[in-house]
């Protein structure tokens, strides 16, 4: 990004938002000069929007270390954000017993620049005391992911795709088609950290995919019981997506 687009309001706000995005990648702390080199912006810029980020608490600075990281008012704003969508209020009822019922643990994902974010959880037996509790992965490593991202925008898939190397830009392009007509998708995992998963889509009264809603499978998973979870799964999805209405 050149200099010249932090002038002007738009240039301004843009230039916040890109210190955010890079403040929420790599190490929790980080130092000035590294977020201006990775910018494109000046040090002098740079330190001035993270001055107005810190008064807002958007951003922190290690009092030691005078590194930047993001703030608890973001924290605030997701939560905020969150409550306000209807597709967690309309899982709500739901979620418990699919965990009860298929005995796993149960996610709700949305694809958000590129990412997949996964915005509620119930844990089922296979959750242990070190699983992640807040989970943003690459579009195109989840089952949820590739849902979201196979079903949505040209921006989005594309978002997705430049998430991933070239190699696998060009091995995972070409599956869109198949995975946005699949019923369910599963990927595998490698480890008890991170498990196989199915998902399936969520879609609202106007046909539009919202969100996806995934289950971990157990180590060892037939195609008879995957078929089983994906069904329990859109069960619950159907469900949910009638309860969106037509607005």
Known sequence: MSEPDARGTLG??????????????????????????????SVPTVHRLLRSLVLSDLVEQDPTSSRYGLGPEVARLAQRYLARQPILGALAPYLVPLRDSIGQTVHVAVLVRG???????????????????????AALETAAGRILASRGTEDGWRRALESVDSEQRSRLGAERDGWSAAPYLVTEGGSAQEPSEVAVPIVDGHGHTVAALAATAPPVTSEEQLDRIAA??????????RALGHG
């Not at 938002?17 to 000069?33: I, K, R």
């Not at 329990?232 to 997506?241: E, F, K």
């Open 12 to 41: 301004t706000v843009r230039n916040a938002v890109l210190l955010l995005e890079l403040l929420s990648e790599g190490p929790a702390f980080q130092q000035l000069t590294d977020l201006a080199e990775r910018s494109g912006l």
């Open 115 to 137: 990412s997949v974010v996964y915005v509620d959880r119930v844990d089922g037996a296979d959750g242990g005391l070190y699983r992640d509790t807040h989970r943003v992965h």
């Open 232 to 241: 329990q799964l859109s069960r619950a999805a159907h469900a949910a997506g």
